[in-house]
Structure formats: C-alpha cells, structure tokens
Nanobody, 120 residues
C-alpha cells in the first residue's frame, strides 16, 4: 500500500517562505508523476504544480515564479518550495501521485494534506 505524508505547513507572514514535503512509502515513487493541489474554504480544489517522472514541471499562473516543485526519487520524497507567500495562498495543500491510465486502481494516491496559513 502506498501512503503519502505531507509536512512543512504552518503559519507565515506575507512574503515569507515554506517548504512542503511529501514522503511516499514503498519504492514506487519514481514511476509516478507528482503534483501539489490546494483547497481553500469555499473554493474548488486547485492544481498548484506538477512534475513528471523525468522532471518536467508545470505551475498554475497564480504561483509561477514563486513556487518550485521538485522531487528526490532516491528518497521517495517530493517538495514544494513556496516563496513570496501571499494571503491568497492560504489553503490545505495536498500531495498527489498519478500515473496512466488513471482509471486503474492504484494509479492515483493522495496525502492527508497540510495546512498553510499566510497572515499578518
């Protein structure tokens, strides 16, 4: 069974930084694309950033140039470096692993989420 555990969330002031970690159990991490989603109260879940198994990245317009997604396959861990944080970034951040085909059981996993609060 694959389990994802996020950590690194917390309370920061606007302009501050946080680094989120997503630790995956087992040795399957490197075969999955990884993404970070976030969900704020009253808002739909939003794809923040993604990284393929080969290291190609994509970012939501709202976070590009501020956030950096990365992965360490040897450690089965992914990261989201968040700089220049804004109050609008406040949300629960969720780690996701995916591989195709998505309809196949076991090809998508979610972590429990970690709270990020940006406030003065």
């Amino acid at each position: 069974q694959v389990r994802l555990v996020e950590s690194g969330g917390g309370l920061v002031q606007p302009g501050g930084s946080l680094r989120l970690s997503c630790a995956a159990s087992g040795n399957i991490f490197r075969s999955y694309a990884m993404a970070w989603y976030r969900q704020a109260p009253g808002k739909e879940r939003e794809l923040v950033a993604s990284i393929t198994t080969t290291g190609s990245t994509n970012y939501a317009d709202s976070v590009k140039d501020r956030f950096t997604i990365s992965r360490d396959n040897a450690e089965n861990t992914g990261y989201l470096q968040m700089n220049s944080l804004k109050p609008e970034d406040t949300a629960v951040y969720l780690c996701n692993l995916q591989r195709f085909p998505l309809w196949r059981p076991g090809n998508a996993y979610w972590g429990q989420g970690t709270q990020v609060t940006v406030s003065s």
